[in-house]
């Protein structure tokens, strides 16, 4: 008679099997969280955001991606509750009337929330419509190097003073070219050095400002800022 053998009993995973996700109001991209609970008034809102997490998935900066699509989900939220035709419009009249952009940046800005958008019908997360026409594209002008606006700039002499480049071509014993190459390269140097400590002293004054607004902060305030989650809503400015 045989003897009854005993043994662990291992249990066969399937790959495809998934961890259940709970819903969630906020979402990591790259090495940080972002609360997405201002959204909440959306129409299917937990959807959409594990909608984003998969969309962003394999995307060349999604990081930028997740910025903008932030931004279109915050004025579509304070429109309506639902996203369609009507609030795809809406949103697109918001970045028209923004003189601040150019309209290379808002065709790129709608593009992007065009996309998602389909991504989210294709997954039936929301319902499907017509997304209005993009922006006319405009012809992209290639941004000149700064070695192609060097050039342009030294070949025409009215840009130099004759005295000073036969000076700096006698010291140096330069060409007249070489001689217009160093003087344009060091005015450069002078200008952007000049830009950068302009740039550093606002700086400076900024973190002076928030110094300043730390420092004048009680405990009261403290306490309630404490609790903010979003400054943008909390603190809406008029």
Known sequence: MSKLQRSPIFLKKSKSDSIVDFPKDEIKVGNKYYDLSGLSTLDNFYEIVSGI???????????????????????????????DKKTMTFYKNQLDANPDITLST????????????NYLISKEII???????????????????????????????????????????????????????LSYCLTS????HAKAIED?????????????????????????????HDFNRDFQIP
């Open 53 to 83: 997490k998969s969309y962003l998935q394999g995307r060349r900066a999604p990081s930028k991606q997740f910025l903008i699509l932030k931004y279109f989900l915050m004025i579509v939220s304070k429109f309506s509750t639902k996203i």
């Open 106 to 117: 808002k065709w790129q800005k709608y593009s992007i929330a065009c996309n998602f958008i």
């Open 127 to 181: 319902d499907d419509f017509i997304v209005p026409p993009n922006f006319e594209n405009i012809e992209k002008k290639p941004i000149p190097s700064f070695a192609d606006i060097a050039r342009n700039y030294i070949e025409n002499d009215d840009n130099f003073d004759k005295l000073d480049i036969e000076e700096i071509s006698s010291f140096f014993s330069l060409a007249s070219l070489e001689a217009k190459t």
């Open 189 to 192: 140097i002078d200008l952007i």
């Open 200 to 228: 550093i002293h606002k700086w400076e004054k900024d973190w002076d400002k928030v110094q300043e607004i730390i420092d004048n902060i009680n405990k009261f305030n403290l306490d309630k800022i404490s609790k903010v």
